[in-house]
């Protein structure tokens, strides 16, 4: 049996994508309690992987200095390959994120700990956000596989279906070139091609 070639590889991973509505991240948010701290945090992290599109490493490796909620951005640091970008973050996501950043406050943590970190402000380690999403998609009925990426999968089917310039999905996603985020929406977000197939007519 031979092996897929990374390219190809690549692209059925893409397809085993499934895109979450609205109503299923919201579902996913209100699984992490919205009383203890560690659901206060795990909201935050919910939030910042969907409405800023950001890799696992790049929102743990986040430091309360990389937020600006009074110019909506996130310094991301240590984005893919070593490259540094600004991101754009709304200011309902930007609360959701504030209200732990004041939960660390009263915990003790400062500016030396990560944003997304433990209680005690140990960095949290990817495996625990690999366990986490299942986790809160099995409590909130979401039957389909739900995983931090698939969370940016959604984000860049979201901006493309609001007409967001590819250039600019590309920036946000921290790709190098734009050719590169064509692919990756034209494999994750079908609902142009779907609806414009269904909304056609014909009779016997």
Known sequence: MTTPQPALQNLTNLRLVELLTLDEIGAL???ASGRAPTGIRNR?????A???GLRVQEFLG???????????TVNV?????????IV?????????VERWLDKRRELGLNGHQPVFCTLKGAPLKPSYIRALFPRLACRAGIEKRVHAHGLRHTHA???AAENVP???????LGHRSVATTSRYIDHIQPTQVIETMRQRKWSL
Do not use: C, S
């Not at 986040?62 to 909506?72: K, V």
């Not at 590819?166 to 946000?172: E, P, T």
């Open 166 to 172: 590819m250039n600019v999905i590309a920036r946000q």
């Open 62 to 72: 986040l430091y309360p200095r990389d937020l600006d909620p009074t110019n909506g």
């Open 29 to 31: 948010i209100r699984a």
């Open 44 to 48: 935050g992290i919910i939030v910042v």
């Open 77 to 85: 640091v240590h984005g893919k390959g070593g490259r540094q970008r």
């Open 88 to 96: 754009g973050l709304d200011p309902a996501a930007f609360a959701v």
């Open 157 to 159: 089917a979201e901006l």
């Open 50 to 52: 969907w409405r800023g």
